[in-house]
């Protein structure tokens, strides 16, 4: 795996700082941002359920239409320096929050590891244990909820 610009650039670089392409090479592939959430009526909790968004290859952990997902999936966030502490749903191991909060990326991270499999194998990632959105309806996403 290639590391852009430089060996540990997110330990040189703030969030803000870093270029597009570090800016993605961030994102470690586990897909936990694209399980559909919602919150809790009674406890005001933020629930994560085995579905995922429509575009997430189950599998791969990737999305399947990057370029094109806003378009597609008009609810997708776009992760930005200025609003990654601002969004509670965001995984506790996810390398944009880490960082964000000054944190070091975990050993499983792909820019770590030098290797994209180590997310999987650690098993931080969401492979093979989605359901895809269109299998289930809105009204029942709370039968899907995750421990």
């Given at each position: ?29 586990c897909?936990?941002c694209c ?29 399947c239409?990057y370029n094109?997902?806003?378009?597609k ?8 320096p ?14 944009y929050?880490?960082l ?20 999987h ?23 899907y909820?995750t421990?």
């Amino acid at each position: 795996m290639n590391k852009p610009c430089g060996e540990s650039f997110w330990r040189e670089k703030t969030l803000a700082e870093m270029t597009a392409e570090e800016w993605e090479s961030l994102c470690d592939g586990c897909g936990q941002c694209c399980l559909k959430k919602f919150i809790d009526d009674d406890t005001d909790e933020i629930l994560s359920t085995q579905v995922a968004c429509e575009l997430l290859d189950g599998h791969t952990c990737r999305c399947c239409d990057y370029n094109n997902r806003h378009s597609k999936v008009p609810e997708c966030v776009v992760l930005t320096p200025e609003i990654i502490l601002t969004i509670a749903w965001i995984p506790e191991s996810c390398a944009y929050r880490v960082l964000a909060e000054g944190r070091e990326l975990a050993w499983w991270h792909p820019l770590v590891s030098g290797d994209p499999e180590t997310v999987h194998l650690a098993g931080k990632s969401v492979r093979d244990r989605t359901i895809p959105a269109g299998h289930v309806h809105p009204d029942d996403l709370q039968e899907y909820v995750t421990g």
